[in-house]
């Protein structure tokens, strides 16, 4: 049963106008400057218009409890119901304070929504809020989801950001939390969090900004790998996942690590606890270096009475190298002693002018499987343009008004939600610049506590609007519920 039916053209001939003196094409219409624009009840009469229709709203519905009297309805029915084909169901607006507001029921049901919103089309919004300067969309809760959003194919939660300026946070989704995570992102299927942009900053950035342990990135898998890297660029400062400590460790590993291209480096070696004394020592060494991809082997044999050994190599060693070279040396006396045939069929023969004399010997040969062959090392390379003027370790050459090969930063975008005063000190301090006037950067620990401080505020402050909004939702509940039968 309908409780009011409308139609356009209206059938009794009436045509509502606005104060323009415009014709209104609409279905029902309702204008009061004092009272209810429209009511209308179903069911059970309630005494005294449920208080004035709640002190005088300007639209007010009021659901009754068993099955839905449309196809669409199910359960409960709605107190206020909007549906259009192709433009909005609902609208409200507010000049200076809210233009749709919902509260759910009870604290202790689960499906109980304050707004809800359903759109059949692809590319229709189920609940959409508009603002100039403030918020267009604002959720808040105690302990559940302040704004949850669900898609079957589409975006469960889209945020877009067109601004310019620091007049407001530059972001299209801004997450913080004062105890938990700032943004989570979970996918059973594709990827949890991504990130893009199209101008001079990163997909995805972390920055850690705090006296405790963690760290800017933090990658973690069950069966694939913890951070991957890909890049197209040519530029030789630019790799896939690049890392840069000037005081530490530009990367670290604790593990092993396969490379399957060429490693360059200006040195290198092993490091491991001093076999002598390992509890308070380490041992280094550094590597043999060549200009060549050069292999190395080397052993001992006796000679016998004839004064003549054969040497017999791996049965890959001709396969994979080229260029041999010989070192004899004879232990425990004086001998002469010579390499009699050179390697053939990975082996060679080694002679000496007296009988059972023991020879250390080593055989080097240069690399000539598929890969070398196609990476050869450039002993000597000239500098690309670019890279003119600029050294790999520029403290070394300090005389010279030496820079450094790569004038890349990162971006500080992660300091933007900071207050203006505190961002720009905490900027200054990761560009490693002192400010103009400034004898050196500003003390790492006093920013650290200060943006502390200025974070347990902001979640104080954070926490007592939301106390305050759920006092106000309970007041306006408090108005919305209807009369118990006492008090009717």
């Given amino acids: 049963m309908a409780s009011v039916t409308g139609f356009d053209p209206a059938n009794s001939g009436q045509e509502p106008v606005n104060s323009d003196g415009n014709k209104v094409p609409v279905g029902v219409?309702?204008?009061s400057n004092t009272g209810v624009g429209v009511f209308g009840t179903s069911g059970d009469p309630m005494p005294n218009a449920v208080t004035y229709i709640r002190q005088t709203a300007g639209v007010y519905g009021q659901g009754t409890q068993g099955p839905g009297p449309t196809d669409f309805i199910y359960g409960p029915i709605p107190g206020v119901i909007g549906v259009s084909p192709a433009s909005v169901g609902v609208a409200g607006l507010s000049d200076n304070f809210i233009g749709v507001a919902g509260v759910g029921g009870p604290d202790d049901d689960p499906t109980a929504v304050g707004v809800y919103g359903l759109t059949g089309g692809n590319v229709g919004t189920g609940v959409y809020g508009e603002s100039p300067f403030g918020a267009g969309t604002t959720g808040n809760t105690i302990s559940g989801a302040g704004v949850h959003g669900t898609a079957d194919v589409g975006t469960g939660v889209l945020g877009e950001n067109f601004g310019e300026g620091r007049d407001v946070l530059p972001y299209g989704v801004f997450g913080s939390s004062a105890t938990g995570t700032g943004v989570h992102?979970?996918?059973p299927a594709s990827n949890g969090t991504e990130g893009?942009?199209?101008?001079?900053g990163y997909g995805v950035?972390?920055?850690h900004f705090s006296k405790d342990f963690g760290g800017g990135v933090f990658g973690e898998s069950v069966l694939g790998s913890g951070v991957e890297g890909y890049s197209y660029s040519q530029d030789p400062d630019v790799a896939a996942v690049r890392g840069e400590n000037v005081h530490g460790w530009a990367g670290l590993f604790v593990g092993n690590v396969k490379i399957t291209g060429a490693l360059s480096k200006p040195g290198g070696g092993f490091l491991v606890d001093h076999p002598g004394d390992p509890e308070n020592k380490f041992l280094s060494h550094s590597?043999?270096?060549?200009?060549?991809m050069l292999n190395v082997y080397s052993g001992t044999v006796t000679t016998d009475d004839d004064g003549n050994a054969r040497v017999r190599l791996p049965d890959y060693f001709e396969t994979l190298n080229g260029d041999f070279r010989y070192q004899l040396t004879v232990i425990g006396q004086f001998a002469q002693v010579m390499v009699s045939e050179e390697i053939a069929r990975n082996e060679f023969g080694v002679r000496s002018d007296v009988p059972h004399?023991?020879?250390?010997?080593?055989?080097?040969?240069?690399?000539?499987d598929a890969w070398a062959e196609a990476h050869r090392i450039p002993v000597e390379e000239d500098k690309s343009p670019a890279e003119k003027g600029r050294f790999l370790h520029p403290e070394l050459f300090a005389h010279k008004g030496a820079k450094h090969r790569s004038g890349r930063r990162p971006a500080a975008a992660g300091t933007a939600a900071l207050p203006d005063d505190l961002r720009q000190r905490v900027e200054q301090m990761l560009s490693g610049l002192p400010a103009a006037g400034a004898a050196e950067t500003p003390d790492l620990t006093e920013l650290l506590s200060e943006t502390h401080g200025w974070m347990a505020q902001r979640a104080s402050a954070?926490?007592?609007r939301i106390r305050e909004r759920r006092q106000r939702g309970e007041q306006i509940l408090e108005r919305l519920r209807p009369p118990t039968s006492s008090e009717r």
Wanted: aromatic share 14%; hydrophobic share 35%; with cysteine.
């Fill in 287 to 292: 590597f043999v270096e060549s200009p060549d």
């Fill in 357 to 368: 004399v023991q020879v250390c010997w080593q055989v080097t040969g240069v690399r000539q």
């Fill in 462 to 464: 954070g926490r007592a």
């Fill in 185 to 187: 992102g979970v996918s």
């Fill in 205 to 207: 950035y972390g920055l």
């Fill in 29 to 31: 219409w309702g204008d």
């Fill in 196 to 200: 893009i942009t199209y101008g001079d």
